[in-house]
């Protein structure tokens, strides 16, 4: 299969464009850098397998078996890093630099209710993370004198700002959720034509692994 088909089948799957996914990893400033670098980027990984270790489903929860809850936020934590602009950490646990999803996935019994359940998981854990200020979604804005009333001028600033936080933050999580539903319903749709050459990964718990 084509990646124009296999683009077309994800979408088909999850309503997202191979387009639209491709946003989170070009935004300006970075999504590493609005989410809070390495110490934001892992509080999101934690709050999403939060949810994920205490979901009722329990044909969910086994897909994550082989992990602990630990080691799967450090995984993601990793992975997300390196993906939206900031160091590779991924690489630098032995993971590689151009990271092969379906490959990695594609031991695992990942349905595409399964990935629909994945993506309601990372969608909460985003409302969840955004809860809260992070500065880097707060950026600084020039405008330009419109009053010689000083208190006119500082309202006029205070709104622009709070423009600017908003149109941002909206554009953060619109792209976040595009990226994140576009994958795991990619993920599905790649392994159906892995040959087993591609496989990497495992389905068992070794302490000692690297995958």
Not at 18 to 42: C, D, F, H, K, N
Not at 164 to 179: F, G, N, P, Q, V
Request: glycine share 6%.
């Amino acid at each position: 299969m084509s990646k124009i088909e296999l683009r077309e089948r994800t979408y088909q799957a999850g309503g997202v464009t191979y387009e639209q996914s491709l946003i989170a990893t070009q935004l300006v400033p970075s999504l590493y850098e609005r989410l809070g670098r390495e110490s934001g980027i892992e509080e999101l990984s934690t709050l999403f397998y939060d949810r994920v270790f205490s979901d009722e489903r329990q044909w969910f929860v086994s897909i994550f078996a082989s992990s602990t809850k630990a080691e799967a936020i450090d995984n993601q934590y990793r992975f997300f890093v390196q993906t939206f602009g900031g160091p590779d950490l991924y690489r630098q646990k032995g993971k590689g630099r151009f990271v092969r999803l379906s490959g990695r996935h594609a031991n695992y019994p990942i349905t595409h209710m399964a990935a629909d359940r994945w993506w309601v998981h990372m969608d909460n854990a985003i409302d969840d993370f955004f809860k809260t200020e992070h500065p880097k979604l707060n950026p600084p804005v020039q405008t330009t004198p419109q009053y010689e009333d000083r208190d006119l001028l500082e309202c006029d600033s205070d709104n622009n700002e709070q423009d600017s936080h908003d149109i941002m933050l909206t554009e953060t999580k619109d792209a976040m959720r595009a990226y994140f539903r576009y994958t795991a319903h990619y993920i599905v749709v790649s392994s159906e034509y892995m040959r087993d050459d591609q496989l990497s990964g495992g389905t068992q718990i070794d302490a000692g692994r690297v995958w």
